[in-house]
């Protein structure tokens, strides 16, 4: 099974070239969501919180203080959010579809875009079971996260076990700045790093300021064209083999002017679609594909493959 089957089970992609079918798929998704409880933190008033996925439990460091600091460039990441440990506990299952359909697989590299200070993705694959371990998770943010972060990933690997016996796997923290940085030029990705093709690109919950997306989605076509013989252009090859790469957007629904934003910038870059509410958890479902009046979890996931012929935006 290949990339290719898996996004045959989502039928149609969205239509990009109609803002009104995008502005209807909003709708929907919208339309089911709950009332809201708060912002999507777990707990923003602790310094420490206690996440379990898949049966594993985390002890995870945060940082309110951080949180409510004037610092520029956004502060955001560095508290946990609700909807990370129901992403990975869905990633980390053994019938997720993308195990299923081979891109979860032990030969898979993971990019996770603004990951935060909590690590918990990379935690849940690294003590998930054998077949479900990639062989490289990245975990990428602003500096400001990344020694709670690593710290962690530290605390949390040594109570499983020792460090070097608990997961194969090869975890990367790296400085990441959507608005400044490009992986063309950024040292983990260059050659020789042994970095490699990216098999899955992972963001979570990083919706919700408009004026950040753009710069979201051309990083995501940067992580989508990193073994490209050409930086300059992204060969359509790439989107018919076992070798393209997958970027997951799991977000809460908060507000139809971003919902929109973000759907209108991924579709310029990327075929996309809304993962339906038959593939993903109970807790991601958005509820818009039951009939009646379902309420659902206040979440979406929607996915996107590289169109081929991008030309990448020049920073």
């Known amino acids: 099974m290949t990339l290719q089957t898996f996004l045959a089970l989502l039928g149609d992609p969205l239509d990009g070239t109609n803002n009104d079918t ?39 460091n945060q940082s309110p203080q951080l949180l409510k600091s004037q610092r520029a460039g956004g502060t955001t990441g560095a508290v946990v959010w609700s909807l990370t440990p129901l992403l990975a506990s869905f990633l980390t299952s053994p019938t997720n579809p993308l195990a299923v359909h081979g891109i979860l697989t032990p030969q898979a590299t993971i990019l996770e875009l603004g990951s935060g200070v909590s690590s918990i993705l990379a935690l849940s694959f690294a003590v998930a079971p054998q077949y479900l371990r990639p062989a490289r998770i990245v975990l990428s943010d602003q500096e400001y996260v990344l020694k709670i972060a690593r710290q962690n990933v ?51 919950d990083c919706i919700y300021n408009e004026s950040l997306i753009p710069h979201l989605i051309e990083t995501c076509v940067d992580a989508c064209s990193t073994t490209s013989t050409s930086f300059n252009t992204v060969h359509s090859s790439l989107l018919n083999s076992e070798s393209g790469t997958l970027v997951l957007v799991a977000l809460e629904l908060r507000s139809p002017d971003v919902l929109d934003c973000f759907l209108e910038q991924f579709t310029m870059y990327f075929k996309v679609w809304r993962v339906p509410d038959s593939l993903v958890s109970k807790e991601l479902r958005t509820g818009a594909d039951a009939e009646g009046e379902t309420v659902g979890s206040g979440y979406a996931v929607y996915c996107g493959t590289l169109m081929g012929n991008v030309n990448q935006a020049k920073r």
């Open 22 to 60: 995008l502005y209807e798929d909003t709708f929907a998704v919208l339309a089911h969501r709950p009332p809201p409880k708060n912002l999507g933190f777990i707990d923003h008033t602790s310094s420490s919180l206690s996440v379990t996925v898949n049966g594993h439990d985390f002890a995870i």
């Open 154 to 204: 530290e605390d949390n690997l040594h109570a499983a076990g020792q460090p070097g016996s608990v997961s194969p796997l090869i975890l990367d923290l790296i400085s990441l700045d959507w608005e400044r940085d490009s992986l063309h030029h950024h040292p983990a990705f260059s050659q020789g790093s042994g970095m490699g093709h990216i098999s899955l690109v992972v963001v979570v």
